[in-house]
């Protein structure tokens, strides 16, 4: 029974992590109807960041948050206006390649910049492990954990009492109606773009205590967040929270009671099986992934 709680305490956590790396995703999603198929490396520069913050000036990864949430939403900004801009209202096909171009360049630009070699921390607070009862938990899983939550909270509060948030949210459900309404949607985009890449940058800080980084680490985790988003749904943030949630549930105890190796082939087995019993996700709405095409 013991081992039991502790899978299951485990596989929540872990789905924390999961519900961080995805939330930006399904928010750009939403808002943009676009695909990042580069979001995987954007994490993987905010680990890069993180990372050298600690190795040269000694700065905590959990402090390197408000350093590196900033820059990775300039760095959104600039992207925005440079490319992803560029491609709004263009066909699906010129999005796609402008993502998958983009997420080539960084990789190899990371690369050259920083070699293939695997980077990990090593410090004290990164190592501990506490114990509540039966079950012991890390610190670096459930600092991560509480993050995301908080983050999710914040993010939910903002998009549904705030103006901007407000704006967002009505050019998500209707461009032309929020353009009449007096929205820049151009300015929606953008904030909303920048906004999903800061998320990364606060996800790269959390992972790398937990994770090394490598310029293609960015690939597991994308991989991942697009299952969560497609099963919770696209576009919807409750829908993310309950994917990420899951699919780290079925990982913990897929690994334990059959085998490590053969995780992904369980929650890929779980995801087809709610996708043919629920073709939208867990709390997708009936018709977004046709506006995303359109």
Do not use: W
Request: aromatic share 12%.
């Amino acid at each position: 029974m013991d081992i039991v709680l502790q899978l299951l305490v485990s596989g929540v956590l872990l789905g924390g992590i999961y519900v961080l790396v995805s939330i930006g995703l399904t928010l750009v999603f939403g808002v943009m109807k676009i695909v990042n198929f580069a979001h995987g490396d954007f994490l993987m520069l905010g680990m890069f960041g993180a990372f050298f913050l600690f190795q040269s000036l000694g700065l905590n990864p959990y402090v390197s948050i408000f350093v590196m949430a900033p820059a990775l939403f300039l760095l959104g900004t600039i992207v925005y206006q440079t490319i992803v801009g560029r491609t709004i209202s263009r066909s699906p096909v010129v999005q796609i390649f402008a993502f998958i171009g983009l997420s080539v360049a960084l990789q190899n630009l990371a690369l050259v910049l920083f070699s293939a070699d695997y980077r990990a921390l090593n410090t004290p607070l990164v190592n501990k492990v506490f114990q509540v009862g039966p079950v012991h938990v890390s610190f670096a899983l459930l600092a991560a954990f509480l993050v995301a939550s908080i983050i999710t909270l914040l993010l939910f509060l903002f998009l549904h009492y705030t103006y901007t948030g407000k704006a967002i949210r009505s050019a998500s459900q209707d461009r032309f109606a929020a353009t009449l309404m007096g929205i820049s949607n151009q300015k929606i985009y953008r904030f909303t773009f920048a906004l999903g890449l800061g998320l990364l940058g606060i996800a790269g800080c959390l992972l790398i205590p937990i994770y090394s980084v490598y310029p293609t680490v960015g690939e597991q985790f994308a991989l991942i967040a697009f299952v969560v988003v497609v099963l919770g749904g696209l576009g919807s943030l409750p829908g993310a929270v309950a994917g990420g949630i899951l699919i780290g549930l079925i990982e913990t105890l897929s690994s334990y009671f059959i085998a490590p190796s053969m995780k992904q082939l369980v929650y890929f087995c779980v995801f087809i099986l709610i996708l043919i019993l629920r073709p939208n996700g867990l709390f997708g709405k009936p018709g977004a992934a046709e506006v995303a095409a359109e």
